[in-house]
């Protein structure tokens, strides 16, 4: 496989194009610009509903910028369409004509000996320690412990995106894995359209963004409470759906109550999404878990000031372009919220230094020709 062009199957995202969690940005930047390298590559899409809603649905495509799309066969409720969706893939991929199939995230490992069986070179990319997530009950992280393990045993190359989880297969399995990490692409800046006909005061007094699926180890919970003892005129607009969390969701919106400079906007892409990182004031992420988070690298490109937790998945990517509070803390948390607000010199600084440095640290090209070199051995 060293000089031929390559045959790959990629599967365990929701589907593409779509920006329904960092999973399916990373699949989509990868498959992409594979392809228009000259090989060949098919992208495995769940059957069902955005899980932000139908009204996000695309039309079913069978082509995306040279990509082949297939949908699988996806039982449709909580819990089973990973599982499902991930098996049928996994299933076709086995049978069909590929050299490299490449797993995205644990759970779908599972199935990672099926087309392992078949002869084919199998790659398993770790997005994070899901089993550690909040919104997953006993069942669920049973199954992605398995999927883990299958990766561990039948993987011939294991992908992960922090030193943290690399050292945890090292210490856990004694299993060596590749560090590659994610990228990001230098976005064109927009003005205020959209956004401020739709949120008028965003404009006018300035805003924090959190943007993000809602979902416990995100945090919100944390910077919600904090927020709300902030003394300030500035919004908090809270972007993103809902990911089998539904219930977390309510215990937001319960929590924001009163507090009328607390937006939420719901599922956001394209322009609207683009303005809201272009014209933050600061952009914060208060995760207790994340593996790479691409939001973070997509703030940062836009030249935003950020506030992230202390985890070493956030802190790794930062280094010392950003502030930074205790994880959990929300006596700190709301310390850094409010000195930033104190200090908008302190902010620019940041905002001057952020989309160079992360731009430059972390690109695609390189990531792409990393990747390619897995899949053929080297």
Known sequence: MKNKNLKIAMLGHKRIPSREGGIEIVVEELSTRIAAQGHQVTCYNRKGHHVSGKEFDDSALSEYKGVHLKSVCTIDKKGLAAMSSSFFAALEAAFGNYDVVHFHAEGPCTMLWLPKLFGKSCIATVHGLDHQRAKWGKFAR??????????????????????????????????????????????????????????????????????????????????????????????????????????????????????DRIIFTGFVQGQLLEELYSNAYVYTLPSDLEGMPLSLLEAMSYGNCCLTSDIAECAEVVEEKAVTFKKSDVADLHDKLQMLCDKPELVDKYKNEASDFICNKYNWDYIVNRTLDLYRGN
Request: proline share 3%; charged share 25%; hydrophobic share 40%.
């Open 142 to 259: 049973t199954y992605i412990m398995l999927g883990e393990k299958c990766a561990v045993k039948f993987a011939d190359e294991i992908i992960v995106l922090s030193e943290g989880v690399q050292n945890y297969f090292q210490a856990i399995y004694g299993r060596r894995t590749r560090f590659i990490p994610n990228g990001v692409n230098r976005p064109v800046q927009r003005n205020l359209e959209l956004l401020k006909a739709k949120y008028p005061l965003a404009a006018k007094q300035g805003y924090f963004l959190s943007l993000a699926r809602i979902v416990p180890e995100k945090g919100y919970h944390y910077l919600i409470e904090a927020f709300k003892q902030v003394k300030t005129d500035k919004l908090l607009v809270i972007a993103g759906g809902a990911s089998d969390s539904g219930e977390y969701m309510e215990q937001l919106k319960t929590m924001a109550a009163g507090d």
